[in-house]
C-alpha cells in the first residue's frame, strides 16, 4: 500500500499542509521573537481605536482584545493542537485494536458489559462527556495548582477514554470478517494457535484500517476540541485575568497552552464586533480538517487500487 499511497496527490498534499504547519510552528520561537502586544493604536498622536484590530490595521490577522498578533497565537498554538491531536488519535486506535483482540476472541463472555459500555458513549454526546469530566479539572487546577503538563495528561487520558469503545466495536467486526476468511479458517482448523493467526495474518491484513481510522480519528478529535472550547474547557487549562478599564473590569478565561480550541472559546464573544478574531482559528481548523480529508481519499484510493490488485 505504502508505493501506491505516495502516488496519490490528495494525500501528499494533505500531509505536507499538517507538516508545514507543525514545522513552523516548532521552529517558530528559535527563528522569531514574540511580537508585541499592541492594545491602542494612534494616528498623529491621537488615540483612534483600541483592541481587538483588524487585519487592515495590523496584518495579515489582526488581533485579539488583548492586542495579541492572531498570526503569531496561531502559529504558536499549531504545535499543541497537532501534537495532542494526534497523540490522542493514535492511542485511541493502538488501545482499541488491542482490546478488540481479546473482545473478539472472547465475544461471548465480554459481549454484554463491552455493549453496555458502547452504548453508553453513543447516546451521550462526546462534547457533552467531555465537558462533564474535564470541567471540574478546573476546580482541581485552581484549588492545588495542578501543573499544565498534569492537566493535559488527564485531559488526554478522558478525551482517549470517549473515543475507545466505539472503536473496538468497529475493529472487531473487522476482525471477524477476517477470521471468517478460508484460508484463515483453514489454518484454524489444522491446529494454529489464535495468537499466530492474529499476528501472521490478522493484524497485517489490518494495518490499512488501523492507518485510516487513526486519520479520521484525528479530525473527530479537533471536532471534539472546538466544542469544548466554545464551552471554556481549554488543553491544558486556564488562566484568568482581567480585563476592561478603571471603571468596569471583569475576569476573561484564557488558555494556558494557546492551541486553536482555546483561541476560539476565548474570544467567542467577538464574533459580532470583530468576527476575524474568531475566523482566523477557525480556518486553520478548517485548513487542517481539509487536510486530514485530503490524506483519508488518498489512503481510500491507495486502499481499492490494493484490492484490485490482488483481485478482491
Known amino acids: 500500500m505504502s508505493r501506491v499511497l505516495w502516488k496519490q496527490p490528495q494525500f501528499w498534499i494533505g500531509a505536507?499542509?499538517?507538516?508545514?504547519?507543525?514545522?513552523l510552528s516548532l521552529g517558530y520561537p528559535l527563528f522569531a521573537d514574540p511580537p508585541e502586544e499592541v492594545k491602542y493604536l494612534y494616528k498623529d498622536g491621537k488615540l483612534v481605536d483600541v483592541a481587538p484590530f483588524s487585519p487592515s490595521q495590523v496584518p495579515p490577522f489582526g488581533t485579539d482584545r488583548f492586542g495579541r498578533n492572531l498570526l503569531s497565537l496561531v502559529i504558536s498554538g499549531a504545535k499543541y493542537t497537532l501534537l495532542i491531536t494526534i497523540s490522542i488519535a493514535l492511542i485511541r486506535v493502538i488501545a482499541a485494536g488491542v482490546l478488540?483482540?481479546?473482545y473478539h476472541q472472547y465475544n461471548e463472555k465480554l459481549r454484554p458489559m463491552f455493549e453496555d459500555i458502547i452504548e453508553s458513549t453513543l447516546f451521550?454526546?462526546?462534547s457533552i462527556l467531555g465537558y462533564l469530566l474535564m470541567a471540574p479539572l478546573a476546580v482541581k487546577q485552581a484549588q492545588e495548582g495542578t501543573s499544565f503538563f498534569e492537566i493535559v495528561l488527564i485531559q488526554s487520558i478522558i478525551l482517549i477514554l470517549i473515543g475507545v469503545p466505539p472503536l473496538i466495536s468497529v475493529f472487531s467486526k473487522d476482525m471477524a470478517m477476517i477470521t471468517r476468511k478460508e484460508y484463515i479458517v483453514?489454518?484454524?482448523?489444522?491446529?494454529?494457535?489464535h495468537r499466530y493467526v492474529y499476528?501472521?495474518?490478522v493484524l497485517p491484513e489490518m494495518t490499512s484500517r488501523f492507518l485510516l481510522v487513526t486519520a479520521q480519528q484525528i479530525i473527530q478529535v479537533m471536532i471534539l476540541l472546538a466544542h469544548l472550547g466554545v464551552l471554556l474547557i481549554f488543553l491544558g487549562g486556564v488562566k484568568t485575568i482581567l480585563d476592561g478599564d478603571l471603571l468596569s473590569t471583569h475576569e476573561v478565561f484564557v488558555s494556558l497552552s494557546g492551541e486553536w480550541s482555546g483561541l476560539?472559546?476565548?474570544n467567542f464573544q467577538e464574533i459580532v464586533h470583530s468576527p476575524h478574531v474568531v475566523l482566523i482559528p477557525l480556518a486553520f481548523f478548517s485548513l487542517t480538517i481539509f487536510s486530514m480529508n485530503l490524506i483519508i481519499n488518498g489512503m481510500q484510493n491507495a486502499m481499492k487500487h490494493g484490492e484490485r490488485g490482488r483481485g478482491i
Do not use: E, M
Open 264 to 266: 476560539i472559546g476565548n
Open 199 to 201: 499476528v501472521k495474518h
Open 100 to 102: 478488540a483482540i481479546f
Open 124 to 126: 451521550v454526546p462526546a
Open 16 to 23: 505536507f499542509i499538517v507538516l508545514s504547519l507543525l514545522v
Open 186 to 193: 483453514s489454518t484454524l482448523s489444522l491446529g494454529a494457535k
